[in-house]
């Protein structure tokens, strides 16, 4: 594939690849993934997830399983995925090694938690699925004839101390890469871990789910690379969830202003933290499918050929609303300032907000491992019901209509509001962005929102 760089590589043409867990899911899985990488000459550094599942594994582990006999069953599930490859490859010896030791720490950990679990050792837990993967990855490169190295992004991916969504540091993150990661890419593709880093003090620590994906934006920025490359297990971007409506329509490219719309607003395919290196430094990201990559896929850049009215619809579950209704907001100063102090305190992030004279409705931000819908942490809500009357409801979803100049184009919310006509639309946004409208519905009613919408927008 072609590609016009935008970004002015000091070391030379370099393209960063990452692989999400479908793609290394098993030996076919990565031997697909791997023979990318041996037709790609010029993709010299790989960032891939865990095996499909082990994730789920590990956060289980780390919540804290006591019955001996659960944990036991765990682990052996955990011990198969990886044997399993380790079966298929034709010198297993270094690999078994590794992990053999690495799955033996997971077994000590898994007893740690189920005596007394913390965030910082979910991380440490939840950071063996990449490491894992990584040792078999390396060795499947090897035996294809790739010269491969595996290298801990530890030693270069820098972060705050926040378990579970931390924060990385780009300056220094790209000063250890330098220092320790450039020389090595010269001669060797590197094979290396998506989601984990640690912090100063050494600590493991994670960028939280689905940080895989920013991992490999993060180091793309650090080593000047020329082309970020997403390789998942459906060919690109779509005008909306295939699984949900069926007609949705590939998206051969996209701008990044979209495609962040996008990924913060719930298409999946897209972490929403990705696409910031890359627009600092103007990386041109691909999304593509690992089991047909011959289909092609997305190219997300700063500037696209055509920017219709409407691009994508994306859905986001597991919302928390949260209404806060005061009459001291009436014609008032710093009702809203005490609020945000009090969320910020809490570490509480803020996703969208709507107000009236009377109330401010504001949904919660999902920034952790933790999954399921966010919550209010008990004291917070203490202190915001000292300041108003506090309503908190979930099982609600976000839809998000994603497109270019629809605030100031007559009639584009039309189509949308007549469409949906028979559904209940709450915190309804729309104007503060050109590039979306978005609103919430009860659970039940949004998948079917979703289709009426596609098929009367896209269809």
Not at 32 to 41: D, V
Not at 59 to 75: F, I, P, S
Not at 358 to 364: F, H, K, W
Not at 391 to 411: F, R
């Amino acid at each position: 594939m072609s590609l016009v760089d935008s970004y002015v590589n000091p070391y030379t043409s370099l393209t960063v690849a990452k692989f999400g867990g479908t793609s290394v899911a098993d030996f076919t899985a990565m031997s697909r993934s791997a023979a990318i990488i041996l037709h790609a000459p010029q993709t010299r550094l790989v960032l891939i997830s865990a095996c499909s599942g082990v994730t789920n594994i590990l956060v289980e582990l780390a919540n804290g399983v006591t019955d001996t006999q659960q944990r036991h069953a765990l682990l052996t599930r955990l011990t198969d995925i990886h044997q399993s490859v380790l079966s298929q490859l034709k010198q297993p010896q270094q690999a078994d090694e590794a992990i053999t030791l690495l799955l033996k720490n997971v077994a000590e950990l898994a007893k740690k938690a189920a005596i007394e679990k913390s965030v910082a050792l979910t991380d440490q837990l939840v950071s063996h699925g990449e490491l894992l993967s990584t040792h078999l990855f390396a060795q499947i490169l090897r035996e294809l004839g790739i010269k491969a190295i595996r290298f801990d992004i530890r030693d270069v991916m820098r972060t705050d101390g926040q378990f579970g969504k931390a924060i990385p540091q780009p300056s220094i993150i790209r000063q250890l890469s330098e220092q320790h990661l450039l020389p090595q890419l010269k001669k060797h593709v590197v094979v290396s871990q998506g989601f984990i880093g640690s912090d100063e003090q050494g600590n493991t620590t994670t960028l939280g789910r689905g940080g895989s994906d920013y991992s490999a934006a993060l180091m793309a920025e650090a080593i000047g690379a020329s082309t970020l490359e997403i390789w998942t297990d459906v060919p690109g971007m779509y005008t909306t969830d295939p699984r949900i409506a069926t007609k949705a329509k590939p998206i051969k490219e996209i701008s990044f202003s979209e495609a962040s719309e996008m990924a913060n607003f719930g298409a999946k395919i897209l972490h929403p933290s990705t696409l910031v290196p890359a627009i600092r430094q103007q990386i041109p990201v691909f999304i593509g499918s690992s089991k047909a990559p011959e289909q092609g896929g997305t190219w997300i850049r700063e500037t696209v050929s055509d920017a219709p009215l409407f691009r994508a619809l994306a859905l986001r579950c597991n919302q928390t609303m949260v209404t806060l209704t005061s009459l001291n907001m009436f014609h008032a100063y710093g009702f809203l300032a005490e609020v945000f102090r009090i969320l910020a305190e809490h570490k509480i992030s803020v996703d969208l907000i709507t107000t009236s004279e009377v109330s401010v409705s504001l949904t919660l931000d999902q920034t952790d491992t933790s999954g399921g819908a966010p919550t209010l942490p008990a004291q917070a809500l203490a202190e915001l019901s000292e300041l108003c009357r506090v309503e908190v409801e979930q099982d609600l979803c976000l839809v998000a209509l994603i497109g270019n100049q629809m605030s100031s184009t007559k009639g584009s919310a039309k189509t949308v509001f007549s469409t949906l006509e028979y559904y209940n639309l709450r915190m309804i946004c729309y104007g503060a962005s050109p590039h979306n409208l978005c609103f919430l519905v009860k659970a039940q009613d949004a998948k079917s929102a979703i289709k009426d919408l596609h098929c009367a927008i896209f269809e």
